[in-house]
């Protein structure tokens, strides 16, 4: 069993910067990838990132290409997201979700943080 807690959500202006943690508790860790998706009020949840947990490639959305930038410490479980030059329509609940293996889908999830940006 895994459990993953998200923090780092807030309010920010758009133009700002926020940082999203996820730590992930279980004895043994080692997942194929973490990853970050979003749900925005009325929208389906998206994918955001994601990065293997071994050789840390990272994958990202189109739209927050050159914007937010995925990591992970491996000593800690935790991935992080950095997110620069927020804009309104990144607004939304963030969820970081675990896939345990590479034919799997993510199938553990954190409860989300809220991220909303203002203008």
């Known amino acids: 069993q895994v459990q993953l807690v998200e923090s780092g959500g807030g309010l920010v202006q758009a133009g700002g910067s926020l940082r999203l943690s996820c730590a992930a508790s279980?004895?043994?860790?080692?997942?194929?990838?973490m990853g970050w998706f979003r749900q925005a009020p009325g929208k389906e949840r998206e994918f955001v990132t994601a990065?293997?947990?071994?050789?840390?490639?990272?994958y990202y959305a189109d739209s927050v290409k050159g914007r937010f930038t995925i990591s992970r410490d491996k000593a800690k479980n935790t991935v992080y997201l950095q997110m620069n030059s927020l804009k309104l329509e990144d607004t939304a609940v963030y969820s970081c979700?675990?896939?345990?293996?590479?034919?799997?889908?993510?199938?553990?999830w954190g409860q989300g943080t809220q991220v909303t940006v203002s203008s």
């Open positions: 990065i293997s947990w071994s050789g840390g490639i990272t």
């Open positions: 279980g004895r043994t860790f080692s997942p194929y990838r």
């Open positions: 979700a675990v896939q345990r293996a590479y034919n799997l889908d993510f199938d553990y």
